[in-house]
């Protein structure tokens, strides 16, 4: 049988670009959340108390008061990119 894993915390993640914070179908947010992994996998996703019924003899690591968000795969750039990064901005203001 595969071991799961609880993760208790508060859940941020998107589901489109937000405009501001009252464009809330634009994102979850759980304030007493969890999630349910197992071989690197997320099971479930929800209230804490509605994911502890599913993860009977799961390992439970706590996380709170932080904060668990989707992972950010390979957010990086190249050395020679950094005397361009945002030089195009300027021009976007007066044009």
Not at 4 to 15: A, N, Q, S
Not at 21 to 35: F, M, Q, R, S, V
Not at 40 to 65: C, K, N, T, Y
């Amino acid at each position: 049988m595969t071991q799961k894993t609880l993760l208790r915390g508060r859940i941020l993640t998107f589901h489109d670009d937000p405009e501001g914070p009252e464009e809330t179908p634009a994102y979850t947010y759980i304030e007493n959340g969890a999630l349910i992994v197992a071989q690197g996998r997320i099971l479930a996703m929800g209230a804490h108390s509605e994911l502890i019924r599913m993860a009977q003899g799961a390992q439970v690591i706590d996380h709170r008061p932080h904060l668990l968000m989707p992972g950010f795969i390979d957010p990086h750039i190249q050395f020679p990119q950094v005397q361009a990064i945002a030089s195009w901005g300027r021009n976007c203001l007066t044009g």
